[in-house]
């Protein structure tokens, strides 16, 4: 399997290693937390995204399309799919609350060997404000998911979906154009875009 949960020898209950295999048979090496908040663990999405990014129908021929490209992840946890998109060739920067610095820092370290473009560590927040000011109308954002149907979930997902309307388009990757393996009916990735405005300001 590519992806397998690895023990720390420090402290097993307290943190513990995600390992992520590339196409090209290198590894992530993601070191997690067994306790705090939701950016403290590899979640199934960051893996799901991560691997689309390897995928021939994302990465195009020749030159991967990350190659020089800049890329701004926010919401970043571990920093999973920022780290790949660095070893893809892309210059990056990783973004989550500042609590998670210093494990978005160790993760960078553990991997830097696979860097082939750059990544660094930054804290950054609220999210749809943060998406509207930093992104232009030739920006794509790529968002990806895990669609939760529990307590105030479902809420919560409405609500941002009918916000993010405002100002972006966007269009859901059908489930067949993801990775062949790592790929699941309650993951979704969209393609976003800030809408063009139809007045001049």
Same mark, same amino acid.
């Given at each position: 399997m590519a992806t397998t949960p690895e023990s720390s020898v420090e402290d097993p209950l307290r943190n513990f290693v995600r390992v992520l295999e590339k196409r090209d048979g290198t590894v992530l090496r993601l070191q997690q937390y067994g306790s705090g908040g939701v950016g403290c663990v590899v979640w199934d999405a $960051?893996? &799901?995204?991560?691997?689309? @990014? !390897?995928?021939?129908?994302?990465?195009?021929?020749?030159?991967?399309?990350?190659?020089?490209?800049?890329?701004?992840?926010?919401?970043?946890?571990?920093?999973?799919?920022?780290?790949?998109?660095?070893?893809?060739? $892309?210059? &990056?920067?990783?973004?989550? @609350? !500042?609590?998670?610095?210093?494990?978005?820092?160790?993760?960078i370290n553990m991997n830097k060997h696979l860097v082939t473009g750059s990544v660094q560590a930054k804290s950054l927040e609220p999210l749809l404000k943060t998406l509207k000011d930093l992104s232009g109308f030739e920006t794509c954002i790529i968002c990806c998911y895990e669609q939760r149907t529990m307590g105030k979930n479902p809420e919560i997902e409405k609500k941002y979906f009918e916000l993010l309307q405002l100002d972006f388009d966007f269009e859901k990757i059908p489930l067949e154009k993801h990775d062949e393996e790592y790929r699941s009916e309650d993951i979704h990735i969209l393609y976003i875009k800030k809408k063009k405005s139809k007045f001049p300001s």
């Open positions: $960051a893996i &799901v995204l991560s691997k689309y @990014l !390897e995928t021939p129908g994302f990465s195009g021929d020749g030159t991967h399309i990350l190659c020089r490209r800049s890329v701004l992840e926010l919401g970043s946890g571990t920093g999973a799919v920022g780290l790949m998109a660095a070893t893809l060739g $892309a210059d &990056v920067v990783v973004t989550d @609350l !500042e609590e998670l610095q210093d494990l978005l820092k160790m993760n």
